[in-house]
């Protein structure tokens, strides 16, 4: 046992000792270390400059031309069946206070399609157009695998084969108070939680799904986050940029609404490509205007990556690791005469690796800006900005912007949906539609 580890009283409980004992002391040291002893203060970098990123739409000649390729070289890798989809589920969606692993929440503004359904519609959708089978991987957390695992087995799997859909679970770490006290959740228990998006790449690994990506001959991982019903989840562009720029791991951003918005932002310092976290941004840096008068440092950070298989295989036997972020948290946990306490305010630090400190690890990364609009709007509050409300209304606009580019007329209705199936505005041209209408709300669906 390390200086940093004491046992004030004998431990009664079986289980829980032998959740002391199987603690990874190493790894909870350098928790500790990052987080509490040097209070997670991530060095900041002392100098740095705006990571430049590909347009959404192309600006000269030689950008047109370059997309053009990706975009054949994105398809060809699809239908080649070297991509596959993966979502990171495993987070406790506290700010939503939703009871249940988030991608079983409706949220579609119509038929109320849970946002795993969504997904799934997608993936099929794409597997159908480009004749090929995308595998799902789907990453849970120990507390929310069984609850995500019946959820698909109730709805048969939304179609899918049940041998291309698959969950596992990431790893977790033991929340602390803030001198660095392990908490227990009960008199069993040490109060365990997600160990981060971060813990993706390892748990991708120690899964074997790793292995499984490889026996298909995937090579290309298509990450994003449960949150967001718009995401763009195979786009052959930014696949194809992401593979002729032989990058490692790739990233969508979006262009920053204002200096302040909470996006973190990308930029690049000794050469490097990295992400700093909005609030570590100084203000002068985050209003800082180019000679066109646009924020230098406009390029968000959605979360929404393609990373190489390979890339992810150098993480195996810590090889490469992800340093902790402290999370400030509320954490219910017993007290000293065994009295479960829910704190009102945080009272807890969990460690968390975050996925974006994989990108100064990464060759070659590079940037696609992503249309807001299109392809991103989360689920992450109860109200305001990015909740529900915010996401209906952007899904309900987007529909109607796709079946006006294509020329479909449709009777007045204040609430669309339209299939997700429908994986572009090129699938709803010149088709018959399946419209279904009820009072006040249309659904769109394929003949
Ligand atoms: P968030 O940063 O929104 O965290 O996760 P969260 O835990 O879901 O929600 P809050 O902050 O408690 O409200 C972004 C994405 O990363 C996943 C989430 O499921 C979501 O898709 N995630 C987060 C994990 O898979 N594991 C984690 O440990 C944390």
């Known amino acids: 046992m390390s200086q940093y580890f004491k046992h004030l009283e004998p431990v009664k409980s079986p289980v829980l000792q032998m959740q002391l004992d199987e603690l990874d ?33 192309p ?5 047109e031309k370059l997309y053009t390729k990706a975009f054949e070289a994105g398809i060809n890798a699809i239908q080649d069946g070297k991509v596959a989809a993966f979502t990171v589920a495993g987070g406790q969606g506290t700010r939503l206070g939703y009871n249940g692993p988030k991608g079983t929440l409706p949220v579609s503004p119509v038929k109320n399609k849970s946002l795993f359904q969504i997904f799934a519609e997608k993936i099929l959708g794409y597997s159908e157009k480009y004749n090929v089978t995308i ?44 001198e660095g006290k392990l908490l227990k959740s009960s008199e069993d228990s040490l109060a365990f939680s997600p160990n981060g998006h971060g813990g993706s790449l390892k748990a991708l690994i120690d899964s074997g799904s790793i292995a499984d990506m490889k026996e298909r001959g995937i090579e290309h991982l298509s990450y994003f986050q449960v949150d967001n019903p718009l995401i763009s989840i195979i786009n052959p562009l930014f ?39 909005y ?22 950070s959605p979360a929404i990556h393609v990373i190489r298989r390979d890339f992810i295989e150098k993480f195996a036997n810590d090889s490469l690791s992800l340093p902790y972020h402290r999370a400030e948290k509320k954490v219910p946990y017993i007290d000293a005469i065994g009295e479960l306490i829910k ?3 945080p009272n807890a630090v969990k460690f968390e690796t975050f996925i974006f400190d994989a990108l100064p690890l990464a060759n070659n990364p590079i940037i696609l800006e992503a249309d807001r609009a299109e392809e991103f709007s989360p689920v992450k509050n109860k109200t305001g900005v990015d909740s529900l409300e915010s996401s209906q209304k952007d899904q309900i606009a987007k ?17 669309v949906e339209i299939s997700s199936k429908f994986t572009s505005i090129e699938d709803l041209r010149g088709i018959t539609l399946s419209i279904e209408k009820t009072d006040d709300a249309i659904y769109i669906d394929l003949k």
């Open 25 to 57: 002391l190493n790894e909870l040291q350098q928790a500790i270390q990052q987080c509490i002893i040097d209070k997670g203060a991530l060095a900041i970098p002392e100098s740095y400059e705006p990571a430049d990123y590909f347009p959404l739409k």
């Open 135 to 178: 595998p799902w991987y789907i990453m849970c957390s120990p507390l929310n695998i069984e609850a995500t695992t019946a959820f698909f087995k109730e709805n048969q799997y939304f179609g899918f084969d049940e041998s291309d859909v698959k969950f596992f679970a990431q790893g977790v770490m033991p929340a602390t108070d803030f």
């Open 59 to 63: 600006e000269n000649n030689e950008q």
């Open 239 to 277: 696949i194809g940029l992401h593979i002729l720029k032989n990058s490692d791991m790739s990233s969508r951003s979006l262009t920053k609404t204002g200096p302040f918005e909470k996006l973190g932002n990308f930029i690049i310092t000794e050469g490097k490509m990295t992400i700093i976290e």
């Open 343 to 345: 704190p009102e305010t």
């Open 279 to 300: 609030s570590d941004l100084p203000d002068d840096k985050a209003q800082e205007t180019d000679q066109n008068g646009r924020l230098r440092y406009r390029a968000g």
């Open 399 to 415: 529909a109607k912007a796709w079946l006006k580019t294509a020329g479909q007329e449709i009777p007045e209705s204040e609430t």
